[in-house]
């Protein structure tokens, strides 16, 4: 078999659905991921690139009406942005490939940038983002999310020696979809040409 | 100049902010005032509950006006810890300020929180802009969230989201058995933010009669050391990483078509790097080659036309 393509937005959405406050329809939208099926393109998707682009034009040197981005901008002066990752990990037996882009990476610290409706502290710390990014990434020590709510800026830091292994969210993601029957699917969908 | 050299910045007098939460009862006022020279801004009136050897000079806030006004102070310029005690009260004591200073806030209660929302952060900077070190206490409730207890910080309004921000150091005390124990590490059950070397669970040590409460004190002593430690072993690597993220940036801007790309990624490949150089290389390439049009070919392992 070759290898089992793995994002940290998949296991995201598995995790999703599987959190008991979740809405009901989590579990179809999980589905629907797993099925590789195109997102749809949504108003707040839109405004989350937008806000994106235009912290990375500060970056780069240029000029933002926004002044929420405008202030991450410039906190990531000298940053490279989008830098795509992966790398082989072996669990439970089987080959799997993380992949993950970065938003963002200086000297030790990735960065990414999150358009939220509505924020509270803490929003991140079940993540898994940051746990396969730092595996992504094993030079990075800091983790920031750089997060905007439409009124406010906010940050939230994680250190990779407060930050738990990827592997074992992976090892129990494959027992789930061998649970519920659903590993031919992953399989048939993401694993690797 | 404001600007210095990542090897000119000095740290032996930084200060620190500090958020501490906990239950009633736990010891935060007390743990707070072993900040050195703090000045405690009581705005729960719970200094008496504090044991009479630890107190500390305490304000004793009846309005948002009065506080400020004790910003003017001799105490407050000669202090050099603040304890805001507790930021729920605080932002309590906000609110007929923020109603009284702000024709929306007087008329719509989500105006009323933004404006405290602005005053708080506001207030925290002017703090460490005046070189103060900044303990910000606050009560915990707790949460069910599915199968977990979270701890949450009891604070009306949304500063207890942005307080983390600009905070150092977080940390949640808890007792188990007969030990205080602070975390400075976010973990399923509650907050917390390390920095500076300072992280995971801490026990704090029992206050015998006559022994000095100094448990912050040499917290951010041990801070202050370790950032010192740190820059001088982050200062020589980003030295390294900034060489090579220039020679590296030199070798991806000449690139000019498969050829010269493939060439590249042994230079790269063989460079010395550091911290994310490689990383950020590696990103920097990926934009390159997309915008030249061409693709990594595994079987001949070689750029080639896309």
């Known amino acids: ?193 | 100049m404001a600007i210095k050299k990542n090897t000119e910045l000095k740290f032996n007098d930084k200060a620190f902010t500090i958020v501490l939460a906990g239950p009633p009862g736990v010891g935060k006022t007390t743990l707070a005032l072993s900040a050195p020279k703090p000045l405690l801004i009581d705005f729960d009136k719970g200094i008496a509950r504090v044991r009479a050897e630890h107190r500390q000079l305490t304000a004793e806030e009846d309005s948002y006006d009065e506080f400020l006004a004790d910003l003017e102070s001799d105490e407050y310029k000669e202090c050099e810890t603040i304890i805001l005690d507790t930021g729920g009260s605080l932002v309590q004591l906000m609110q007929p300020w923020a109603r009284a200073n702000d024709q929306k806030a007087a008329r719509d209660g989500r105006a009323m929180f933004g404006v405290i929302k602005s005053e708080f952060l506001r207030l925290t900077a002017q703090l460490r802009n005046d070189g103060k070190n900044v303990v910000i206490i606050f009560h915990t409730t707790e949460v069910q969230k599915g199968d977990t207890v979270m701890t949450r910080l009891s604070c009306e309004g949304s500063v207890k989201d942005i307080v983390w921000t600009p905070a150092d150091l977080g940390g949640t005390i808890s007792i188990r058995g007969k030990k205080r124990i602070i975390n400075f590490s976010p973990t399923e059950e509650s907050f917390g933010k390390g920095c500076y070397g300072i992280r995971g669970e801490i026990e704090i040590p029992e206050l015998a009669a006559g022994t000095p409460n100094k448990f912050l004190s040499d917290l951010f002593d041990k801070a202050r050391a370790n950032i010192a430690k740190e820059q001088a072993e982050f200062g020589s690597m980003k030295m390294i990483y900034d060489e090579t993220l220039a020679q590296g940036s030199a070798i991806i801007g000449a690139i000019k078509d498969a050829e010269s790309a493939t060439a590249a990624v042994a230079k790269l490949g063989n460079l010395n790097h550091a911290l994310t150089s490689k990383a950020e290389l590696s990103g920097k390439l990926q934009t390159k080659v997309k915008e030249l049009g061409l693709k990594w070919d595994k079987t001949v392992s070689a750029y080639v036309k896309a």
């Open chain 1, 1 to 193: 078999m070759s290898k089992l393509r793995i994002t940290h937005s998949l296991l995201a959405s598995y995790m999703y659905a599987t959190d008991s406050e979740s809405p009901d329809n989590a579990y179809d939208r999980f589905l629907w991921v797993l099925n590789r099926n195109p997102e749809p393109d949504t108003p707040a998707m839109q405004e989350g690139r937008r806000f994106e682009d235009e912290v990375t034009k500060v970056i780069s040197g240029g000029e933002s009406e926004d002044p929420f981005a405008t202030e991450f901008g410039k906190l990531l002066d000298g940053a490279t942005p989008q830098v795509r990752m992966e790398k082989t990990l072996l669990v439970s037996g089987l080959e799997w490939n993380l992949v993950g882009v970065a938003d963002y990476i200086r000297a030790g610290t990735i960065y990414d940038t999150k358009r939220v409706q509505r924020y509270e502290y803490g929003k991140y710390q079940r993540s898994t983002q940051h746990p396969a990014y730092f595996r992504l990434c094993p030079e990075a020590n800091k983790f920031v999310y750089l997060i905007h709510d439409g009124k406010y800026n906010y940050q939230e830091q994680y250190l990779r020696a407060d930050t738990a292994p990827i592997e074992p969210y992976i090892m129990i993601f494959y027992e789930f979809l061998k649970t519920n029957k659903l590993f031919e699917i992953y399989k048939e969908k993401w694993e690797e040409k």
